[in-house]
């Protein structure tokens, strides 16, 4: 969980990811983070995540 709420606050520090629950219907990650975020993920657990 701590490797995952590193890539969430390198990406984006100023949510509160322990209490934010819609990060895409809010608004809050456009399709660039979004894009960031699977690319970080991919990489530091090695999957691959389908588009």
Same mark, same amino acid.
């Given at each position: 969980m701590e490797k995952l709420m590193k890539?969430?606050?390198d990406i984006?520090? =100023?949510v =509160?990811?322990?209490k934010e629950?819609?990060?895409v219907d809010d608004g809050i990650f456009d399709?660039?983070?979004n894009f960031s975020?699977?690319?970080e993920i991919?990489?530091?657990f090695y999957?691959?995540?389908d588009p």
């Open positions: 890539i969430l606050m984006n520090p =100023d =509160d990811y322990e629950t819609s990060l399709s660039l983070e975020i699977v690319t991919e990489e530091k999957v691959e995540i």
